[in-house]
């Protein structure tokens, strides 16, 4: 494969995912978060989303500093379930006043 063929692919991978977790965002502001009613704040400069609850699991998505997003209450090995298959660390997740995050 030449340069051009992979800067490509990178590139629409790369517009798949901000339009996958553009898409999670919306549901949820839609709904008000998950059925748990759990919100959280990002406290970490840039927070990375992965797709297990293991420091070395794959990074499906990241978050800036002050981003709010629905979480659930699920708390396993230190991170906190974002929705499947999408876990952050919980270290640096501040649930939201008045929301039910357990």
């Known amino acids: 494969m030449n340069k051009r063929v ?17 898409t999670d965002r919306r549901a949820a502001s839609q709904s008000g978060g998950t059925a748990t009613g759990c919100r959280v704040t990002v406290t970490a400069d840039v927070l990375n ?6 420091p070395n699991s794959q990074i499906v998505g990241k978050f800036n500093h002050n981003a709010e997003t629905a979480a659930e209450t699920q708390v396993q090995n230190g991170f906190r379930k974002l929705a499947d298959n999408k876990w952050a660390s919980a270290e640096f997740l501040q649930p939201v006043q008045g929301t039910n995050c357990g």
């Open 6 to 22: 992979v800067i490509i692919i990178a590139v629409l991978a790369g517009i798949g995912l901000i339009y996958v977790m553009g």
């Open 49 to 54: 989303v992965r797709a297990a609850p293991d």
